[in-house]
């Protein structure tokens, strides 16, 4: 019988960054994966697979309208569906490939099969009908998240899709339903929409974003709406007829009142996921779980079985592969006998359409909620010279700073790359630092992140470029 120090179950951007930090910190470790391939949802049918399509569906865009008003004459660009979803395949082999090196670098064995917890100390790894029963101090539980269903709606991944279908489809659709107007579902409808979709989106709730700032959220509705998006808020789906040659989806106000009926090629069910705990053996294990089927967990990720512990989607908190990966690294310190530890004050969230959307600390709706006295400095791309001379002025940025203490809580950026910008607002918040700080630091120019200083800036009332 093998014996381990540690076994993770999952190999997404939590379990394997945790396998290869509690390798590093001297342990034997083993990972158990069941699908057959490394990586997760992110690396197969998630954050990655979405961001080739991003990447790809925005230069077909930019080819047929943006080349041309920059000199840049080319003939009307033709789409061939299969060599993109060939570009989207490649960056996921190539990741996949990266993630079983890290296993051979750092010596940790690759278990194939389901993993299942048989109490403190014992994993069972089955596939192909043969099991094994793997010994082990310590367990992490990281198996990720599952698409949320919607009732009464059979998602069958060809004319009603998830998300991993959506990455999938072999023809453009001529109307895109998308149910939910949550990060995936405005990322996948951009992707469509770039492509030739008539995309719609329904909502529950009265906007769109629910936890962005609201501020920003109505913005970003405006930017959509003006790329050629259309929205239904305060809706929901009640069902989809699949009879006929088109799908014809019954819409209700989310109060109550009368029915309409829309019609669509293909539906995108995206409202959300829902914690991965089928067939682990929790409940057999005595691991509680919580009101929303969530894995438990103390301070330390500990569950309520002595030596297994729980990080990423399966617990409370943001559905982040980056939260994920760095509760993967506090967990595996934190048995190792270090002190490992999360802020989850400052995690990044980021919506990578055209314009991106991203986000760090608190809202302007959390503040108030609060009591918090707070000031705000805002600055749009409009007064940002590189913004200006690129012809990318959509959006703005906005700094939520403590009323007493100039110390900053939370950011906000709709803009290009907005992506890449909010990484300075993380250091600094991690840091404690203030507007100020924030506001005397040289930024180069020109650059679209001197807007986050002018923002910094404006915080004081003392922008200079507004």
């Known amino acids: 019988m093998a014996t381990y120090d540690l076994v993770v179950i999952g190999t997404g951007p939590g379990g394997y960054v945790c396998a290869v930090r509690a390798a590093q ?9 069941k699908n057959a391939t490394l990586g997760g949802t992110c690396l197969n049918v998630g954050c990655m697979p979405s961001k080739a399509l991003l990447h790809a569906s925005e230069m077909f865009e930019e080819a047929g309208h943006s080349f041309a008003k920059m000199g840049v004459s080319v003939s009307a660009p033709k ?6 979803m060939n570009f989207k395949q490649q960056g996921i082999d190539g990741n996949v490939k990266g993630v079983e090196f890290l296993m051979k670098k750092n010596k940790i064995d690759v278990l194939k099969g389901a993993g299942k917890i048989l109490g403190t100390g014992k994993v069972e ?11 082990t101090k310590s367990i992490v539980i990281a198996t990720g998240s599952d698409i949320a269903r919607l009732k009464g709606i059979e998602i069958d991944e060809t004319r ?30 951009s992707v469509w929409h770039r492509l030739g979709a008539e995309v719609v989106v329904v909502e529950f709730l009265d906007r769109i974003l629910p936890g962005m700032d609201g501020e920003i959220a109505k913005q970003f509705q405006r930017i959509l709406e003006k790329q050629g998006f259309a929205f239904k808020l305060s809706a929901k789906v009640t069902g989809v007829d699949t009879s006929g040659k088109t799908l014809k989806a019954t819409i209700e106000p989310a109060a109550g009142g009368a029915a309409e009926t829309l019609e669509a090629d293909v539906v995108l069910v995206c409202i959300g996921r829902v914690p991965y705990t089928e067939g682990l053996g929790l409940k057999e294990a005595g691991v ?10 103390d301070p330390h990720f500990a569950t309520s079985v002595k030596g297994v512990y729980a990080i990423g989607d399966v617990v409370a908190g ?19 006998g270090q002190a490992g530890h999360v802020n989850y004050d400052v995690i990044p969230g980021v919506v990578y359409t055209t314009p991106e959307v991203s986000s760090v600390g608190k809202t302007e709706e959390e503040l108030k909620q609060a009591g918090v006295a707070y000031t705000v400095g805002k600055f749009p791309f409009t007064a940002n010279g590189r913004s200006k001379v690129n012809q990318t002025t959509d959006g703005f ?23 890449e910008m909010i990484h300075e607002a993380a250091v600094l918040m991690e840091f404690g630092g203030s507007a100020e700080d924030l506001a005397r630091t040289c930024h180069a120019h020109p650059t679209r992140s001197e807007a986050i200083k002018e923002a910094a800036l404006a915080v004081g009332k003392r922008a200079i470029h507004m």
Not at 25 to 33: C, D, P, R, S
Not at 127 to 133: C, E, L, M, N, R
């Open 25 to 33: 910190l001297g342990m034997k470790v083993a990972v158990v994966e």
């Open 79 to 84: 789409l061939d569906l299969p060599a993109m």
């Open 125 to 135: 790894v089955s596939a192909d009908g043969k099991s094994q029963v793997i010994e």
């Open 160 to 189: 009603i899709v998830s998300s991993t279908g959506a990455l999938s489809l072999d023809k453009v659709p001529g109307k895109l339903l998308i149910v939910g107007a949550g990060v995936i579902g405005l990322e996948l409808g």
């Open 288 to 297: 509680a779980l919580d009101n929303r089927g969530r894995v438990q967990i």
């Open 318 to 336: 943001p559905m982040l592969a980056h939260k994920a990966e760095d509760e993967g690294v506090a967990v595996a310190e934190i048995i190792a």
């Open 397 to 419: 940025v906005k700094i939520l700073a403590d009323a007493k203490t100039d110390r900053v809580l939370g950011v906000h950026i709709i803009g290009r790359e907005a992506g």
